[in-house]
C-alpha cells in the first residue's frame, strides 16, 4: 500500500458559520479558493451538500463536480444542518429531530443533491458530527456506503474506518455501510468535559498549521502502535476560506459567536491549508474521497 497514511478531507457546503447564518458567502466565495489548493497538492476530497446549499449554488456544485476532471465526491450533510443524531453537548435552540423524521430528510435532502449535481451521493456525514444508530440504519436502507460523521474525540474508541453494528453505531457490527472516524488527539490528557480540547478543528487556522499537525503526529502514533493504518479524516467548511464578520446582525439581535469560530477565516486559512497539504504530503499521506476509501473496507 503506497503512502504511510490515508487523508479524507471533508469540506461541509453549508450556510457561513454553520447554524448561525441564512447565506452562502463562504460557497460562494470560499469554493473557488480551496479547489485551487486542492488542485495544486492533487488532493481528492469529498463535498458534503445540504439539500439547500446545493440547491441554492448549483453553480459551485457543478464547479466541484466538475474540478480536476471530477477529482471531487459529491455527498451529502442533511437537508437544512439540521441536527438528525444525538447530541453531545448542549446548544440553544438546536435539538435534535424526532427519530421517525431522520429518514424523510435524508431522503429529500438526497433528492436535492442529485438534483443540483446529476450525481447519487453515496456518502454522507451529519451536521456538528451528531450522529446515530438511527442515521446510519437509514444510510444503509439509502444506499449510501460511507459515513464520515464519528467524532473521535467524544467517543475514543473506533479509531479506525470500521462497519458498524446496526444496534450501536459507535461499536464494530456487520452492515454494509463503512464509518469513518474523524481523527483527534487520543494520547493527549483533556481539560474538557466533552473532550473538545483533543480535536482538530479549527486549530489550522487559529493556531497554524504547525500546531494541528502536533495532533496528526499524535494520533498516527497512538494507531500505528497498534498495528493500524492510520486514516486522517478531516472535517472543514467553504467558509473558513472566506473572510466572516465577527458580528452577525439580524435588526431584532445580534449574534457573536464564540472569537475561535470565525478567528483568521479568509486569506490566513488558505495560507495555512495550504502549508497543512505540503506538510501531510511529505510525511507520506495518500488523499483518498470518503466513498473511495470506503471501498477499500
Not at 446549499?53 to 474540478?67: G, L, P, T
Not at 453515496?122 to 446510519?136: A, D, M, Q, Y
Amino acid at each position: 500500500m503506497d503512502g504511510r497514511f490515508d487523508v479524507v478531507f471533508g469540506f461541509d457546503m453549508e450556510t457561513d458559520v454553520g447554524s448561525f447564518t441564512d447565506y452562502y458567502n463562504g460557497v460562494q466565495k470560499g469554493t473557488p479558493r480551496l479547489l485551487e489548493l486542492l488542485s495544486k497538492h492533487k488532493a481528492p476530497s469529498t463535498f458534503f451538500w445540504t439539500g439547500h446549499a446545493a440547491s441554492n449554488n448549483k453553480n459551485i456544485v457543478e464547479m466541484v463536480r466538475d474540478a480536476d476532471n471530477g477529482m471531487h465526491e459529491t455527498g451529502c450533510h442533511s437537508l437544512v444542518h439540521e441536527t438528525l443524531g444525538d447530541a453531545l453537548f448542549p446548544l440553544p435552540n438546536n435539538w435534535p429531530i424526532f427519530p421517525f423524521e431522520v429518514e424523510g430528510r435524508i431522503r429529500e435532502a438526497t433528492r436535492l443533491v442529485k438534483e443540483a449535481s446529476g450525481v447519487d451521493p453515496t456518502s454522507f456525514r451529519c451536521p456538528r458530527l451528531w450522529g446515530s444508530t438511527k442515521v446510519v440504519n437509514v444510510l444503509e436502507e439509502l444506499g449510501y456506503k460511507a459515513d464520515a460523521t464519528l467524532p473521535l474525540y467524544f467517543y475514543r474508541t473506533m479509531y479506525k474506518p470500521y462497519h458498524p453494528d446496526k444496534n450501536d453505531w459507535t461499536h464494530e457490527g456487520d452492515m454494509k455501510i463503512v464509518e469513518i472516524p474523524n481523527f483527534c488527539d487520543l494520547a493527549m490528557e483533556s481539560n474538557d468535559p466533552y473532550n473538545r480540547d483533543r480535536d482538530q478543528w479549527p486549530l489550522f487556522r487559529t493556531e497554524g498549521a504547525d500546531a494541528l499537525m502536533k495532533k496528526v503526529w499524535s494520533y498516527i502514533d497512538y494507531v500505528e502502535a497498534r498495528g493500524v493504518r492510520p486514516v486522517l479524516c478531516f472535517y472543514l467548511h467553504p467558509w473558513e476560506y472566506y473572510e466572516m464578520p465577527s458580528v452577525l446582525d439580524y435588526g431584532e439581535a445580534e449574534v457573536r459567536p464564540h472569537r475561535f469560530i470565525t478567528l483568521n477565516c479568509g486569506d490566513v486559512a488558505v495560507r495555512e491549508m495550504d502549508k497543512l497539504l505540503t506538510a501531510l504530503t511529505a510525511a507520506g499521506g495518500v488523499y483518498k474521497t470518503a466513498g473511495g476509501l470506503s471501498d477499500e473496507y
